[in-house]
């Protein structure tokens, strides 16, 4: 697994990069862009995210070509939004959109997810019944939703992917049936499928063990920058070091409880057989 403290995704890669091609010390960027020396390694090492501006004023002081610049202040513009509300019922596309974009900047996601498949492992059809489940989108807004989830799926498969995935989810969460079972069989089968990608660890919390802490909604992580909570309504991005570093720790805590590779191939092996039973 990448390392989450170095600076491996793209935003802190490329402005590495691009203060190297200049021959540039951080020193020197910091006379350049008037941004302070510390400041530029946090930046660099993905612990802070810049704002626009101050990408816009390193990449002057790289002379780096438009191109990139454009390409890293939007990196930086969708990791800056902070703590917001995005209303699920008018916004879910273009919302998934943006989510790409940070799935593509990032090189470790970890997701954790009580009560439901996590949208990077669910099947079309899991997809299509949660985007029209309540609280009801509009029909065109459920579709270009689950477009855009099922789009985004195609990170996992690249070759050669930078981007690692961990995503641990309860074994309770796959007992709640959104299809009926044969559908869920499927959708059981597929997550245990994607457990053998070289990019992608999944671990299994097993019902009933005893567990420290209780989270109670499902999350996603981009490295160390950023933290994506959901509601039943809305969701918030979350670029606050303090919320971020909470949510590291809370993310520690549960990577010990569950199972992974085999065993957790043979707990989703049983609930699918369950699952099978019952249709």
């Not at 697994?1 to 691009?18: F, I, K, N, V, Y």
């Not at 513009?77 to 989510?99: A, N, P």
Request: charged content about 25%; hydrophobic content about 45%; overall charge neutral.
């Amino acid at each position: 697994m990448a390392d989450r403290s170095t600076g491996h995704d793209a935003l802190s890669r490329r402005l590495r990069e691009l203060r190297a091609a200049a021959a540039l010390r951080q020193v020197d960027a910091a006379e350049l862009s008037g941004i302070s020396q510390p400041t530029i390694a946090r930046f660099e090492k993905g612990r802070q995210i810049p704002r626009p501006d101050q990408v816009e004023k390193l990449c002057e002081a790289y002379r780096a070509p438009g191109v990139d610049r454009r390409e890293l202040v939007g990196m930086a513009r969708d990791l800056r939004h902070g703590i917001r509300r995005v209303v699920m019922r008018r916004e879910v596309g273009s919302f998934q959109r943006q989510f790409g974009r940070i799935l593509a900047a990032s090189a470790l996601v970890r997701t954790f997810s009580p009560n439901g498949i996590p949208g990077l492992l669910q099947t079309a059809e899991y997809c299509r019944a949660l985007f029209h489940s309540p609280p009801k989108l509009s029909h065109d807004a459920a579709e270009e939703g689950i477009a855009a989830r099922l789009a985004n799926q195609a990170m996992l498969d690249e070759p050669n992917s930078p981007r690692q995935f961990v995503m641990l989810l309860t074994e309770g969460s796959l007992g709640w049936a959104l299809l009926p079972p044969a559908g869920m069989a499927d959708q059981i089968d597929y997550i245990a499928a994607a457990s053998s990608r070289p990019n992608v660890r999944v671990g299994i919390i097993p019902w009933g063990r005893q567990s420290p802490v209780l989270p109670l909604h499902s999350w996603q992580m981009y490295d160390e920058r950023a933290v994506l909570a959901g509601t039943t309504t809305a969701t918030a991005l979350l670029t606050e070091r303090a919320d971020v570093d909470a949510y590291l720790a809370l993310f520690a805590e549960l990577e010990q409880l569950a199972v992974y590779d085999d065993a957790a191939r043979q707990l989703l092996s049983n609930v699918a057989a369950t699952y099978q039973a019952m249709s």
